[in-house]
């Protein structure tokens, strides 16, 4: 079926720490791949994408690492501060030349002072 | 560059009636997606439009429907309102290129009572 699942409801971190979230999905066909973060009151903010021809992305204090072996998305945030608290979703494009994103439940990353 | 604009912020609604939802994309931004956001579900797509052409659709009853205009501004509306529809709606809008992020607005809160 079409599913985007995470592994963990909440993640706990010492301010400071680095954070991984994870993500699997189920859909082997799916080609390009999206991280939101999504505070209070607010809609999801894009922070990092990766196509599946790729297996790693950076960009600024984060890290995508794709497995597509294992249909497994991850997403490395470094230094985390206390601006990185709210609800991380993954999310997986099943469009074929259009846009159909199938949302993760979304994990509550919260940072401790 | 302005952000994908919503309106109205909050509605609230009785039973029955029926509602306009109205997105404004990223200027230069032709694809543009619906999504609703419950806690019970989380991020379900409803449908994207992409020069005026509905190019995908979710699996939603047929009351939820939309459209866009030449602008590439774009509206949904839910007709016959049950108490299950109270939800935040998402837009979000996209460049041409598959594989390049959607950006979403902050979301109409809508009350179904």
């Known amino acids: 079926g079409e599913s985007v699942g995470l592994h963990l409801p909440t993640l706990s971190v010492q301010e400071g720490d680095n954070s991984i979230i994870n993500c699997a999905y189920s859909?082997?066909?799916?080609?390009?791949f999206i991280w939101y973060k999504q505070e209070s009151g607010k809609g999801p903010q894009f922070i990092i994408d990766?196509?599946?021809?790729?297996d790693k992305r950076q960009g600024q204090r984060v890290t995508v690492l794709l497995n597509k072996t294992v249909k497994h998305l991850s997403l490395q945030i470094a230094a985390t501060q206390p601006g990185d608290s709210a609800v991380y979703f993954c999310a997986e494009n099943r469009g074929r030349s259009s846009y159909k994103l199938i949302f993760g439940s979304g994990t509550r990353l919260l940072v401790r002072p | 560059k302005a952000g994908v604009t919503q309106t109205p912020r909050y509605l609230i609604k009785t039973r029955g009636q029926q509602v306009t939802l109205s997105c404004s994309p990223i200027?230069?931004?032709?694809?543009v997606s619906w999504y609703q956001q419950t806690p019970g579900q989380g991020l379900q797509f409803l449908f994207e439009y992409f020069s005026e052409t509905q190019r995908n659709k979710g699996n939603f009853p047929g009351r939820f429907s939309g459209r866009q205009f030449s602008n590439s501004r774009s509206e949904m509306n839910v007709s016959t309102l049950e108490l299950g529809d109270s939800a935040l709606y998402l837009c979000a809008s996209s460049s041409d290129r598959v594989s390049s992020p959607l950006h979403f607005g902050n979301g109409t809160r809508l009350t179904v009572t």
């Open positions: 200027s230069g931004h032709r694809s």
């Open positions: 859909n082997s066909a799916s080609d390009y």
């Open positions: 990766i196509r599946s021809n790729m």
